[in-house]
């Protein structure tokens, strides 16, 4: 049996810590991605083994260069309950290569208390005086409403003229097709071109 390397801790809060994942993890990653409650507005459900490969590639990619979508651990738990992270956009045909996205999914047994928030607020923090980024966006499905909350409330500001048809959506799918997107810009970046 080979040993698991320490996680890579990417920062804390009072209640949380945001760290790269663990096998110990895996079952609630591939909880929250078959959720039909977590992926209300996503085209699909993966399956265990599409949620472990998922699973690998962020991980492997919070590792090469820092940047993923990060568990998130209750430290008073001691155990992940979601993710929240930054990550590239990976959208070419709507935002520029080098744009960096937050984003988040939470097992629905957590909801309620607020850990999204909290993560996001600090990651946004992070992202702007550690990784020195000058802008950082969220989108989502335009009756999302739970995640547009948790946008608003972490001080993101709509963006209508950047709101998108999402061309990873299929057809089959309309009513989730178009996005609104947010954005927030580094306090100490706002005077220069973005």
Known sequence: MTEQPEPRIILETDRLRLRSWTEADRNLFREIN??????EFFPFRRTYAE????????N?????DGLGFYAVE????????????????N?????????????????????GHGYITEAASAL?????EDLQLKAVVS??????????????RIGMF?????????PKVPETHPHLKRHVTYAMVNPKAAGQQV
């Open 139 to 152: 989108f989502a499905v335009e009756t999302n409403h739970r995640s547009i909350a948790v946008m608003k």
């Open 158 to 166: 709509a963006c209508p003229d950047m709101d998108f048809d999402s």
């Open 34 to 39: 078959a959720d039909p409650k977590v992926m």
């Open 51 to 58: 949620a472990d490969l998922l699973f690998d590639r962020v």
């Open 91 to 111: 959208m070419p045909a709507i935002f520029p290569a080098e744009t960096i996205e937050i984003g988040w999914r939470l097992a629905t047994r957590f909801w």
């Open 60 to 64: 492997a990619m919070i590792r090469e």
């Open 74 to 89: 209750v430290k008073e738990l001691g155990e992940a309950v979601g993710f929240c992270g930054l990550a590239p956009a």
């Open 124 to 128: 946004l923090t992070y992202a702007f």
